[in-house]
């Protein structure tokens, strides 16, 4: 199917915002980069703002369809975390750009309810760990005390954010995944207090 030309300037924006990590995007330099003028860039988006809210909306959408599916597919609360974590980390490695601005560098100087946004995002994303460690009370699941949710799963948010931000950070060279295999255990241990080996599959 053809791409539209909305498409294909997200897209040539998700690839500025990788192909120059700390350089600013602007709409001339994005409108040379699609070939084509300012003022076509502006009929498909009244602003840069909203061409950000458009990429957002995409993350919320592919990583939020995916935690529903893992909590379709999984019951207990390790495998339900486990798998959450590889999604977000599976993004950002497919998704530099575009974890560039869940990270909010790329937002300074922009429109303040952008970063409202995408505090928003990880926001949601903690709650979903925090719901999935206080169903794992009922079920019997291995969790962590009931006093000690809230911190799990700002712990797991936390942990994720600034591998993320690491990521961004080297320019895109460090994997969000480097060292996972040896972190993830150690973390599920703190917060399950068990450990469980291998992270299992990201999807």
Not at 102 to 127: K, P, S, Y
Not at 183 to 202: E, H, N, T, Y
Request: glycine content about 6%.
């Amino acid at each position: 199917m053809k791409t539209s030309r909305r498409q294909e300037i997200l897209e040539v924006l998700a690839r500025e915002l990788e192909s120059r990590p700390g350089l600013r995007i602007t709409t001339a330099s994005l409108a040379a980069a699609v070939g084509v003028s300012e003022a076509a860039l502006y009929r498909h988006f009244p602003s840069k703002a909203k061409m950000f809210d458009a990429l957002i909306d995409f993350a919320e959408d592919a990583v939020f369809g995916l935690v529903n599916r893992i909590l379709e597919e999984d019951r207990d609360a390790l495998t339900r975390c486990a798998r959450i974590a590889g999604v977000v980390l599976l993004f950002a490695e497919r998704n530099a750009g575009i974890t560039r601005v869940l990270m909010g560098d790329i937002l300074v100087g922009e429109n303040e309810r952008l970063r409202a946004r995408v505090a928003q995002f990880f926001d949601r994303l903690e709650t979903q760990f925090r719901q999935i460690l206080r169903a794992a009370v009922l079920t019997g699941d291995p969790q962590p005390d009931r006093a000690e949710i809230h911190p799990a799963a700002n712990l797991l948010l936390v942990t994720l954010s600034g591998r993320l931000g690491q990521f961004v950070r080297s320019g895109y060279r460090v994997s969000p995944y480097a060292g996972w295999d040896v972190q993830w255990p150690l973390l599920a241990r703190g917060v399950f207090s068990l450990d469980p080996g291998a992270p299992p599959a990201a999807i």
